[in-house]
């Protein structure tokens, strides 16, 4: 019975290790199978970066004033107590003792954060920190007694019960210019055509770390393999401790403490294959997405082209040139997939500004400057998605053909994706004012 017991035990704790390393495995996979973009290049959907922490206004820490872009602290007061217990010893006597219990008790906290940047060698990008798994930086870990101006300085003024006057003072933030790792779920902000990280449920992780991608892609590997290997130690060692204090022969219970092994191993193995298969199916819909982004930019412009149809031929006569370039802009009905023939998905911008350059008196209608700012918008969505989409394939025709993901790609019969190949695009600049 305590044999059955043990391996009952052994079991669903190695089940709770195998579960967290897996989901180890997942995110380490998830960080590595993201291609790092650039500022410029964000567009809607699953995104990682690297830059620097950068904020207009900097907030000022509590404890150091150090100028940051969030931060928290808290002040921590340690106490000792001796207590005195009675207890029944082995013969049946009443026994007395004392012992001495501590620990620290939080007094005070607190810690601020807003919205901030993200800057590249390209430009910015804005970041909602709210809801997201924040790695900050320690900035500040102090012991002091009564006798330290920081104790009553920076601490609260009343002493809690069997206090030792001790006090430790701790800050983490991430500081102003601090290098950055950042992957979360882009999304359209509201305010201007400009991309922006927030919070989404959906989103499988929103983290912003003080770490390098590497560092945080080997702590989700060392997670992955030290839980797997705690799982196998604690399904056979479990089984070994029972059979001892069923004053078994563990020697006679080798081939079961190997079966369970074993069953552990080809489980482990089994959930990596999973692992890796559902990776390469998230990344797969994620080009699926980034095609869609282009597809449903390029329907948005051509909502717009027959308002610029009216304006052109009811301020200007039926003029052959201009029809013929009206009639190019009309043509991009729906977007081309990749690798068939098709209008170029960047072609509508250059010919608006060649019928206006060619005929100066459309400048002057304010209908068409502002039908010419919504499509010169839409042309900046249209670019960020495309660059999008050809970063997430490219980095998904690289999974398909490695080893081992090419052989779990043959599973789903996953192709490589052909890249979008068009002409060149202007974004314009994000207009923020940052601290220095």
């Known amino acids: 019975?305590?044999?059955?017991?043990?391996?009952?035990?052994?079991?669903?704790?190695?089940?709770?290790?195998?579960?967290?390393?897996?989901?180890?495995?997942?995110?380490?996979?998830?960080?590595?199978?993201?291609?790092?973009?650039k500022t410029t290049g964000v567009f809607i959907g699953l995104v990682d970066l690297n830059g620097t922490a950068e904020v207009e206004k900097p907030l000022l820490s509590y404890l150091t004033q150090t100028q940051c872009v969030?931060?928290?602290?808290?002040?921590?007061?340690?106490?000792?107590?001796?207590?005195?217990?009675?207890?029944?010893?082995?013969?049946?006597?009443?026994?007395?003792?004392?012992?001495?219990?501590?620990?620290?008790?939080?007094?005070?906290?607190?810690?601020?954060?807003?919205?901030?940047?993200?800057?590249?060698?390209?430009?910015?990008?804005r970041i909602q920190p709210a809801g997201a798994k924040i790695e900050p930086k320690t900035i500040m870990d102090t012991t002091c007694g009564m006798g330290d101006p920081l104790y009553y300085g920076m601490g609260p003024p009343g002493a809690i019960g069997d206090s030792d006057h001790r006090r430790r003072f701790t800050e983490s933030a991430i500081p102003l210019h601090a290098q950055l790792y950042v992957m979360g779920q882009a999304r359209e902000r509201d305010d201007v055509v400009a991309p922006e990280l927030a919070a989404n449920k959906q989103a499988p992780l929103f983290l912003i770390s003080t770490r390098t991608e590497k560092q945080v892609s080997k702590g989700f590997r060392l997670q992955f393999w030290l839980l797997g290997l705690l799982g196998l130690v604690?399904?056979?060692?479990?089984?070994?401790?029972?059979?001892?204090?069923?004053?078994?022969?563990?020697s006679a219970e080798i081939p079961l403490f190997v079966g369970a092994g074993s069953v552990y191993v080809v489980a482990w193995l089994l959930g990596w294959?999973?692992?890796?298969?559902?990776?390469?199916?998230?990344?797969?819909?994620?080009?699926?997405?980034?095609?869609?982004?282009?597809?449903?930019?390029?329907k948005r412009r051509h909502d717009l082209v027959p308002n610029v149809v009216s304006l052109v031929t009811g301020l200007r006569d039926y003029e052959r040139t201009v029809q013929t370039e009206v009639a190019a802009l009309r043509s991009q009905l729906g977007a081309t997939p990749p690798g068939q023939p098709g209008p170029d998905p960047a072609g509508c911008q250059p010919i608006l500004r060649a019928i206006?350059?060619?005929?100066?008196?459309?400048?002057?209608?304010?209908?068409?400057?502002?039908?010419q700012?919504?499509?010169?918008?839409?042309?900046?969505?249209?670019?960020?998605?495309?660059?999008?989409?050809?970063?997430?394939?490219?980095?998904?025709?690289?999974?398909?053909?490695v080893i081992p993901d090419r052989f779990i790609a043959a599973l789903g019969g996953m192709q490589p994706?052909?890249?979008?190949?068009?002409?060149?695009?202007?974004?314009?600049?994000?207009?923020?004012?940052?601290?220095?």
């Open 356 to 371: 206006a350059e060619a005929y100066p008196d459309l400048k002057a209608n304010a209908s068409f400057m502002d039908l």
């Open 273 to 298: 294959v999973w692992m890796v298969y559902n990776g390469m199916i998230e990344l797969r819909q994620r080009v699926r997405q980034g095609w869609a982004n282009v597809d449903v930019q390029l």
């Open 417 to 436: 994706q052909t890249l979008m190949a068009a002409a060149g695009f202007e974004r314009a600049p994000e207009q923020v004012v940052l601290a220095g």
């Open 70 to 125: 969030l931060y928290g602290w808290q002040v921590e007061e340690h106490w000792s107590r001796t207590v005195i217990e009675t207890y029944t010893d082995g013969e049946g006597h009443t026994q007395t003792r004392t012992r001495t219990e501590s620990g620290w008790t939080t007094v005070a906290k607190g810690g601020e954060e807003g919205l901030f940047y993200l800057k590249d060698d390209c430009g910015v990008i």
């Open 234 to 250: 604690l399904c056979v060692g479990s089984l070994v401790v029972g059979a001892a204090q069923s004053h078994h022969n563990p």
């Open 1 to 37: 019975m305590v044999l059955l017991y043990a391996a009952a035990a052994g079991a669903l704790l190695a089940l709770v290790c195998l579960w967290f390393s897996l989901r180890a495995g997942r995110r380490q996979r998830l960080v590595d199978n993201l291609p790092t973009s």
């Open 373 to 401: 700012r919504q499509l010169v918008d839409t042309e900046q969505r249209i670019a960020l998605a495309r660059s999008y989409f050809n970063d997430i394939a490219t980095f998904y025709n690289t999974r398909v053909q």
